[in-house]
Nanobody, 127 residues
């Protein structure tokens, strides 16, 4: 089992930034591919960013490319999502997800590909 706990969400003005963190406990974090998803009210959960367990491969949704950066610190069992130039349409609950992966460079962009999920952290961007 892997337990994931997100933090760092909050209320921010448009153009601002937040750094979301996801701390993992349980099985070996360093062998898990990680992802961030978000869900706005009335919408389906959507892919935001992903990173392979080696940390060298990343993937982003087109809507956040150039504004968000995913990273990980395997020594701290933590994955981060640095957000910047936030827009009101970025308002959502942000979820961290994890799954085992054989290849360290593989990233996963679909929610169904992930095994473990956190409880989410709310990000609200005001205009």
């Amino acid at each position: 089992q892997v337990q994931l706990v997100e933090s760092g969400g909050g209320l921010v003005q448009a153009g601002g930034s937040l750094r979301l963190s996801c701390s993992a406990s349980g099985r070996s974090f360093s062998s898990f591919a990680m992802g961030w998803f978000r869900q706005a009210p009335g919408k389906e959960r959507a892919f935001v960013a992903a990173i392979g367990w080696s940390g060298g491969s990343t993937a982003y949704a087109d809507s956040v490319k150039g504004r968000f950066t995913i990273s990980r610190d395997n020594a701290k069992n933590t994955v981060y999502l640095q957000t910047s130039s936030l827009k009101p349409e970025d308002t959502a609950v942000y979820y961290c997800a994890a799954r085992g992966a054989y290849e360290g460079t593989t990233t996963y962009t679909r929610a169904l590909q992930y095994t473990y999920w956190g409880q989410g952290t709310q990000v609200t961007v005001s205009s």
